[in-house]
Nanobody
Framework: QVQLVESGGGMVQPGGSLRLSCAAS????????MAWYRQAPGKQRELVAT???????KYVDSVKGRFTISRDNAKNTVYLQMNSLKPEDTAVYYC????????WGQGTQVTVSS
């Protein structure tokens, strides 16, 4: 099993930006396709962005054009650059392998509020 540690969250005003990081304790390459998820209060966990092993990316419609997922296998880290943040982006953000699901980390809280 690989430990996943998310960081980079915080409180920002609408229109602001944050960059989330997800550090894996083992080989990120071995985890294959990676994804960022989020869970807002009272809602189910939602798949937000995916980066496939070959580099292709995919996003949920609500974040297209605003979020960018990337990975650095050498650093065993996945990133989520979030721009033009909206109050509806408020949630706890998690990362995990898309298929080889590891124990969930503690997540990182993102709060968008004026």
């Amino acid at each position: 099993q690989v430990q996943l540690v998310e960081s980079g969250g915080g409180m920002v005003q609408p229109g602001g930006s944050l960059r989330l990081s997800c550090a894996a304790s083992g080989s990120l390459f071995s985890l294959g396709d990676m994804a960022w998820y989020r869970q807002a209060p009272g809602k189910q966990r939602e798949l937000v962005a995916t980066i496939y092993s070959g580099g292709m990316t995919k996003y949920v419609d609500s974040v297209k054009g605003r979020f960018t997922i990337s990975r650095d296998n050498a650093k065993n880290t996945v990133y989520l650059q979030m721009n033009s943040l909206k109050p509806e982006d408020t949630a706890v953000y998690y990362c995990n392998s898309l298929f080889w699901v590891q124990p969930w980390g503690q997540g990182t809280q993102v709060t968008v509020s004026s």
